[in-house]
């Protein structure tokens, strides 16, 4: 029996947001296909000028995303969910922190994902498990060498 991904539904994710949503899972489809440092110079330039988002604004564009994009809800869908809740949150002026990275304790594993006010977004596991190897800031945030 194979699983096949659904949305998530979130009650309160209004006509807008989830078109907004769509669009920042449209546009951030192609940017998965470009290597790692790559993406995240094209983040960088993408991050340039906003502001820092804040957690709950973070975490409801994160809300839209998965309740629009099964690939993005779904548990292999980190990569295509922190692009497209970044860029969700730059279409308001705001950036947050994204991140990929690796667990801090084995087993070994990749993952990518996006930061609030030093938190992690939508996450449900303690700030340590993830050990960062690129971050991606707004403009007055700090970035990983790529």
Partial sequence: MSFHPVPE?????????????????????????LPPARLAQVLG????????????????????VT?????????EGCLPRSVATALLCRARGEWPTWCVGVRAAP???????VEAEGRLVGEEL???????LITVGSGSEERSPS
């Fill in 126 to 132: 303690p700030e340590s498990y993830f050990r960062r």
């Fill in 45 to 64: 330039v993408v991050s340039r000028g906003a502001r820092p988002a804040g957690h709950d604004r973070t975490y409801r564009a994160r809300q839209a």
């Fill in 67 to 75: 309740t629009v994009s099964a690939v993005c809800a779904g548990r």
């Fill in 9 to 33: 539904t979130h009650t309160g994710t209004s006509f807008a947001q989830r078109a907004g949503a769509r669009l920042a899972v449209a546009v951030g489809r192609p940017l998965l296909l």
């Fill in 107 to 113: 087993p070994f594993g990749a993952h990518a994902w």
